[in-house]
């Protein structure tokens, strides 16, 4: 493979090195968090964080995307988006200071406001770093803002627990992430060597808003997409509800964002080197498809089949109530999987305008689903919400490869070993379940059996009836890992690095 190919696998590698460290780590404190907090402190920041999305996505402009997509005069470009991006965010603090009061009236509850104040102070300080950020994603150097990130992140979480043992409750949420917002600014400057000059270069700014227009409103509508159960449940059901509701799809879509989110990060500049090269643009397509599958489908399977085990083990009984809607969310997360990079295609070849007509069709259907869903509390949200989001998936799907030249039959010949050894998989892991139950194991035991066990069956189907798969996903991940890691060792021990 060209040298394009080994930057997208290192990037891959170091994006997966840290999904891995620090989702490992973040899961471990999120269940420390959900432990000594309660739902409605998770609600009433789910609640600051819808209001504040709205503001955020308005300040995003599609100018780092326009920036990664860039091929030419990337100089000038990245001097125009520092100085674009510092001034719509300081426009968009403000206002978010202004309306904040407004916003806690309407949900009544006075802690939002304070937290929609530092959340904009945030958004501000990290507007001096952005445009690093996305110089260091359009050379796929994923390594240095892997570094930052986990670091940081690993801090962040230390702190939020020790202040949730302080008894700062809410605030522990909140405080952490604002604090290291400056220290994230001062590491992206530090690893790129790059410096804006003092010049606005007015005149890149009506390219960047024509791409960025597009790109806002795709944003927007994905936004509405994705939150719009959110922003009902929030009003309708209240604080409590919203904990509840909020913690079942963020358990659901944890193997989607450990997985599916890290693919994403390398697709979306990998795809714009290739804008030109649709060859080669349909053969990296279909191979994120395939091993996005196959790695993230048996991890869903596992916590649809085993939630009512492992929701009241690790997180508490407090927690119950999230388990059906965590499974019927996982329905609709499995459809996501293979469809995700269909937004990142889109950006890639300068088709913006696309992804947002099919938001703006999508949204009021979505609403609607879940503002009748909601009369039936969270379960009947997560119902209305999956039912809409899987129908869109495939549209969404149909219409990323059209431009592609791939069609259905194609992308689900490359998810079809995934989805056949992750149905045995669910067969199996029932029928093993019952068993252990019904025997009068403990759920701790349980776990310990069915988990490796499941993963084992997953495994052992896919060495036998698709073979070449298994081989693909071995060889990729062994050769990585092996490539990196006893490279790196090697060379650190003989003094070369």
């Not at 309407?106 to 001096?128: D, H, R, T």
């Not at 690093?132 to 670091?151: D, P, W």
Request: aromatic share 14%.
């Amino acid at each position: 493979m060209n040298s394009l190919g080994a930057q997208a696998k290192v990037g891959a590698f170091w994006v997966i090195l840290q999904q891995v460290t620090l989702r490992g780590f973040s899961f471990v404190t999120n269940v420390i968090l959900a432990r000594l907090l309660f739902p409605e402190d998770f609600g009433i920041v789910a609640i600051a964080m819808i209001a504040w999305e709205v503001v955020r996505l308005f300040g995003n402009l599609g100018i780092g995307a326009k920036l990664i997509h860039q091929q030419e005069e990337v100089n000038e470009y990245a001097t125009s988006a520092f100085w674009l991006n510092v001034i719509v965010s300081f426009v968009l603090a403000v206002i978010a200071v202004a309306v904040s009061p407004y916003v806690a009236l309407f949900y009544n509850n006075s802690l939002v406001q304070p937290i929609l104040i530092l959340f904009a102070i945030a958004f501000f300080v990290q507007s001096f770093g952005s445009t690093h950020l996305a110089l260091l994603n359009k050379e796929l150097a994923f390594k240095k803002i892997v570094l930052v990130e986990v670091v940081l992140n690993v801090l962040s979480k230390l702190c939020a627990i020790g202040m949730a043992f302080s008894g700062f409750g809410v605030w522990s949420l909140v405080i952490p992430d604002v604090l290291t917002s400056p220290f994230k600014t001062v590491a992206f400057w530090v690893l790129n060597p790059w410096r804006p000059g003092f010049r606005l270069n007015t005149r890149y700014w009506k390219n960047i808003f024509r791409f960025g227009f597009n790109y806002l409103g795709a944003d927007l509508t994905r936004y509405l997409s994705i939150n719009g159960d959110y922003l009902i449940v929030g009003r309708m059901l209240g604080e409590r509800s919203l904990g509840l509701y909020t913690f079942a799809y963020n358990v659901a879509n944890l193997p989607f964002d450990n997985v599916v989110g890290t693919m994403a990060r390398v697709a979306f500049p990998t795809f714009s080197k290739l804008q030109g090269d649709l060859d080669r643009f349909r053969a990296f397509f279909l191979k994120i498809t395939k091993v996005t599958s196959l790695v993230s489908f048996p991890l869903l399977v596992e916590v649809l089949v085993l939630a009512d085990l492992i929701i009241p083990l690790v997180y508490g009984d407090k927690w119950r109530e999230a388990i059906l809607p965590l499974k019927i969310i996982i329905g609709f997360v499995l459809f996501r999987v293979f469809s995700s990079p269909g937004g990142q295609v889109l950006f890639a070849l300068g088709k913006p305008e696309a992804l947002f007509k099919f938001n703006l069709i999508q949204v009021p259907f979505l609403l609607t689903a879940v503002f009748i869903g909601s009369h039936y509390g969270i379960v009947g949200v997560a119902l209305g919400m999956s039912l809409v989001l899987v129908a869109g998936s495939l549209v969404l799907l149909g219409i990323s490869i059209k431009p592609i030249g791939l069609n259905f039959k194609t992308v689900l010949d490359s998810v079809f070993p995934a989805a056949v050894s992750s149905a045995f998989l669910v067969l199996a892991l029932g029928l093993f379940k019952e068993l252990l139950l019904a025997e009068g194991m403990g759920s701790v035991f349980s776990l310990a059996v069915l988990i490796p066990s499941g993963l084992g069956v997953y495994t052992l189907i896919l060495f036998m009836f698709f073979r070449k798969d298994f081989s693909f996903l071995w060889n990729l991940v062994w050769n990585e890992f092996r490539a990196r890691f006893f490279v790196l060792k090697k060379t650190s021990s003989s003094g070369v690095v």
